[in-house]
T-cell receptor, first 115, second 111 residues
Framework: SQTIHQWPATLVQPVGSPLSLECTVE??????LYWYRQAAGRGLQLLFY??????ISSEVPQNLSASRPQDRQFILSSKKLLLSDSGFYLC??????????????FGDGTRLSIL | SQKIEQNSEALNIQEGKTATLTCNYT??????LQWYRQDPGRGPVFLLL?????KEKRKERLKVTFDTTLKQSLFHITASQPADSATYLC??????????FGGGTRLMVKP
């Protein structure tokens, strides 16, 4: 069966520090991968998605970036964190493009607090 | 742009009753709509998908309806249990073929 792993579960970082969040998927190949951010009481905001190695699409302009160095690995990064980057970051995968209606499968997220 | 509205106030019901959650959307006609369950500190878990040509979909104690005229989906949990307490999110396929999520409604089922 397929599983998705995200780490770390919680992270406290000072303003201006770099960030690297990692997500890996097991049990499937060539998944579509997504990074979302969820603010308290708000919907999930799509940040990046990837349909293949090295293929990244950005949904919102910000100081975050994403990379997909391997088929089942998705990394969210920042060179300098801002206070506004605080939030709950979720990685997800789906077997096909969302247009086809396949459900997305989420990791358990990273709670990021910027001090 | 597409907007999804879910009641931000928590829904409190008694165990055994039917919980009904509402998802309204504007400015789009999605080909499908999905419902997810999210527990505190966890990622959402997919529950049901309903397509635009379907009026109703059932799965065990769950029922989803989709009214494309009213631009509304209703999510029902019959014979609710305290274990059903969670936040429920609706999501629809947007014009960019990605999912747009609502803010979710928190359901509290009291024993």
């Amino acid at each position: 069966s397929q599983t998705i792993h995200q780490w770390p579960a919680t992270l406290v970082q000072p303003v201006g520090s770099p960030l690297s969040l990692e997500c890996t998927v097991e049990g499937t190949s060539n998944p579509n991968l997504y990074w979302y951010r969820q603010a308290a009481g708000r919907g999930l905001q799509l940040l990046f998605y990837s349909v293949g190695i090295g293929q990244i699409s950005s949904e919102v302009p910000q100081n975050l970036s994403a990379s997909r160095p391997q088929d089942r690995q998705f990394i969210l990064s920042s060179k300098k964190l801002l206070l506004s980057d605080s939030g709950f970051y979720l990685c997800a995968w789906s077997p096909d493009h969302p247009g086809l209606g396949q459900p997305q499968h989420f990791g358990d997220g990273t709670r990021l607090s910027i001090l | 742009s597409q907007k999804i509205e879910q009641n931000s106030e928590a829904l409190n019901i008694q165990e055994g009753k039917t919980a009904t959650l509402t998802c309204n959307y504007t400015n789009y006609s999605p080909a499908y709509l999905q419902w997810y369950r999210q527990d505190p500190g966890r990622g959402p878990v997919f529950l049901l998908l309903i397509r635009e040509n379907e009026k109703e979909k059932r799965k065990e104690r769950l029922k989803v309806t989709f009214d494309t005229t009213l631009k509304q989906s209703l999510f029902h949990i019959t014979a609710s249990q305290p274990a059903d307490s969670a936040t429920y999110l609706c999501a629809l396929r947007n014009a960019g073929n990605m999912l747009t999520f609502g803010g979710g409604t928190r359901l509290m089922v009291k024993p």
